[in-house]
């Protein structure tokens, strides 16, 4: 699973670019109602090619959970010549981490008949690569708050597009979508919601929509003491972000209430506390709503009215399922397709059959990794309880690399 809070960083960022000709912002280089880019879908984020002053193309997570856009790699960033004004230093994820980046403060960015116009761009000192680890293709940087600011923004997961209209295209609300409110803070989007706990009161909360997360609903116990575990939790690591792993608990809440859309049984994580915290808790959010809520739905973002508008997906009746394996695979490298055993949870099927960390994995089902991407795999462990899955392995025994078969019935543990 990918970071509960993807990239979910509170930079409280003001750049100043003094006098431009052009406005900062995303927009359509020629007059038309909408124009619709097809994305990429790995572990529901969404994944965007794009250019930079020319370059070729680069893949950007679009991100609502950030104010800033960021370029993963000072390598790359040198490479197209950026020009840097000055250095800062971020707080990672897990609150303790110092992260060292430069500013770009004045860019273009190019995407298929839209231009990001006077774009700055947070460029990462030290290379990040984690992240495309996990989802199993490069991920170069993210673009945020920017893309939304003043164009309606369809999110279509059902058929991996993104639909960017006019600026004034929404007077009336669009056939078949419900209206729902929606606050801007620091430039990232907040609905209020509904939650049911399994254990503690029903809360009204004040939620993140972060779509570079692809945890369902994450709660932080830090900004309520309303906010009670369930009886029934893993602890786990719950993904990878900038500066650190997040870790913390996994279990579900009885209901989730956004406006009209009714979700049951949600994944919950609750990440532990961190120096980060008191920031979160002074944005006045109880947590966030992830990927695996918000696609479930077709949501059209229009940040200019405070509002958004939306409609279930086909995927929305679809239960919520965590791992049910026990496994928590990387890839070293992209350039190698490879997967290998990162973490093995405690008690889990993975643990009983014997795995190890380390042990890489050659074939699922018979069919060679080579065949697989990974965010399949990962969804293949928490397809459906008692699924028995045939894991071929290698591990390396005294200096021996040896072949070995396990075979993993998935259990579901929450």
Known sequence: M??????TLLFLIFFAFGSHSQVPGFFMEEEQNKIELQFLSNNNLIILPASINGSPKLNFLIDTGVKSNLLFSKTIGDELDLFYSRKINLMGADGKTVLSASISPNNEIQM????????????LDKDFVELERVVGIPIHGVIGHEFFKFNPVKVDYDNNIITFYRENRFRRKPFGYKKMNMTLDNGKPYVTSVIRQAS???LQAKLLIDTGANHGLLLNQETSEDIVLPEKT???????????????EVGRVKKLTVGRLRFKDIITSYPDETQF???IIETGRLGSLGSDVLS??????DYPRERLYYKRASSFRQPFEFDMSGLTIRMPMIAEKRFFVQQI???SPAEKVGFKVGDEIVAVNGIPVEFWNLPDVTELFRSRDGRKIRVEIHRIIKDAKVNLVKDLKLERQI
Not at 2 to 7: D, G, Q, R
Not at 112 to 123: F, I, M, P
Not at 239 to 244: A, I, N, R, Y
Not at 296 to 301: E, G, S, V
């Open 2 to 7: 990918i970071k509960p809070s993807l990239l």
């Open 200 to 202: 503690g009161p029903t």
């Open 345 to 347: 949870r405690s008690d």
């Open 112 to 123: 298929d008949g839209l231009v990001g116009s006077v774009q700055a761009l947070l460029v």
């Open 277 to 279: 915290s008191d920031i």
């Open 234 to 248: 893993l602890e786990s690591d719950l993904g990878t972000s900038l500066g650190g792993d997040l870790t913390g």
């Open 296 to 301: 479930r739905a077709l949501i059209i973002y």
